[in-house]
């Protein structure tokens, strides 16, 4: 008889063949525990995802509240649902005035599609500019915005009139022309190893789009909800995007995403044609009920007031001879190391001691770290003692 591992090799379709292969029990907290009743500080909270940790008991009670009212009920867009409304309109409360409404989705690589087609609708334009070295997802309009030629050859063709510009090289700017119709970036870039903007960077970047009357679109699927230390990057930075695609931790672990933006903005994909891009499961009621939920939360409890500080903490307790640097925007960090062969040991003895980390798609020095934002300050001790016992491990048995 094959066993868990077994089956789940021969019939779930592999993304690749290192798949970490994890055997999950359960999730409770800041913790995940193994088929064999072994407890991991989850500090990467499934890429982003499990801003609350897990099981967190409102977010489980509306969605077992949602479940006995009704779960799909017809496609995004024809039918009111309490709890997409309730969502849409608790989450317009705490933003600008400017932002009036919340196009629902389904995943991040969606609303990015989304963010495209709307850029391309509204200006009547064609270019799109991304910045070198971001992810934004894995369908293939997404996927043209990724900068890595030889990775994305073998699904060519891809959309054309993508160009790059280089993140924080303001005299790159200049690339954004009258032509272009939008600029999709992220706040902080995530997966190249949480690389933050200079200071005036993102600012010089919205002035050249408003003069070129180009859409200022921005990636905050990874950054959004408290992430960063505030409910969104581009609060926290004193920007105005004209779009603001959002995922991820939004669904409080369902899936969810959206556009965030004036109605004004997404109007233009309602009408000529109508049902400009339209979407099955796009805001679930139970993801909305979840989200709802989630948000509700975090605002009740002040989770991103302490994001900061646990941010320091967690800065302050990694120093080690192995460590080149930690860069970090609230609790999105990476830690990078003096050498890249001790990446791989450093993972896998935190493994073996109780804490998961996970690597970057674009940067094979540092690892990730992006706990659960409800970590509480005893939890981050205990988290990157394991840590700095991987370190140790790792620089005396291959420090040659
Ligand atoms: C910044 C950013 N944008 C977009 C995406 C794509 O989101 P999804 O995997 O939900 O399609 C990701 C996923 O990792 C991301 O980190």
Redesign the pocket.
Known sequence: MPNLRQLYLQHVGQTSDFSLAFEVEKAEGVFLYDTKGKKYFDLNSG??VSSLGHGNPRIKAAIKDQLEKHLHTMVYGEHVQQSQVQFATLLMQQLPDKYQSLYFL???????ETAMKLAKKRTNRRQIIAAKD??????QG?ESLRSDENYKRAFYPLLPAIDWITFNKEEELELITDQTAAVII?ATQ??SGVNTAHNGYLQALQNRCEQTGTLFIL?????GFGRTGSLFAFQKYGLSPDVI?I??AMGGGL?L?GLIASQECLSFLMKDPALGHITTFGGHPLSCAAAHASLQYMLDHKIVDKVEEKSALFNQLLQHNIVREVRRDGLLMAVELTKRKYLKHVVSKAHELGAIIDYF?FNDKSFRLAPPLVISFEEIKKACHILQQAFDYSFEKYNH
Request: charged share 20%; glycine share 10%; proline share 3%.
């Open positions: 890429i982003s389904l995943t991040g690589s969606e609303a990015i971001a992810y934004h997802g894995s369908t997404a992220e995530a997966e990636d905050e699927i990874q950054t695609c995922g991820k899936p995403s798609l």
